[in-house]
């Protein structure tokens, strides 16, 4: 059965760093576009960046690009994000998802397979 677990999320200050994985088993992220989405509390979830590994193709949402990096690691069936200058704004949980009809821009309801979230915390 298809699985995706992150990880890497923690409490970062502002203008800190942090770097999230997203590791898959049971299936092959070669040729998947993969999404990374957040949700904050008590606001609904959003995507913020799509990777699809069948091109390399990436796509970000304006109130990260600059700020955030999607990378495939294929060898590792893990995808990454990058995520510097972080606000407190950023402060969500953060999940990854694929699925079979999923590309670029990664919309929420092409995903099949979810991850159970990692969260992310930017305070001073």
């Known amino acids: 059965q298809a699985q995706l677990v992150e990880s890497g999320g923690d409490l970062v200050q502002p203008g800190g760093s942090l770097r999230l994985s997203c590791a898959a088993s049971g299936l092959s992220l070669d040729y998947y576009a993969i999404g990374w989405f957040r949700q904050a509390p008590g606001k609904e979830r959003e995507g913020i960046s799509c990777?699809?590994?069948?091109?390399?193709?990436?796509y970000y949402r304006d109130f990260v690009k600059g700020r955030f990096t999607v990378s495939s690691d294929n060898a590792n069936n893990t995808v990454y994000l990058q995520m510097d200058s972080l606000k407190p704004e950023d402060t969500a949980v953060y999940y990854c998802?694929?699925?079979?009809?999923?590309?670029?821009?990664?919309?929420?309801?092409?995903?099949?397979?979810w991850g159970r979230g990692t969260q992310v915390t930017v305070s001073s």
């Open positions: 998802a694929t699925g079979a009809h999923a590309t670029i821009p990664c919309r929420s309801f092409d995903m099949e397979y």
């Open positions: 990777i699809n590994n069948a091109d390399g193709v990436t």
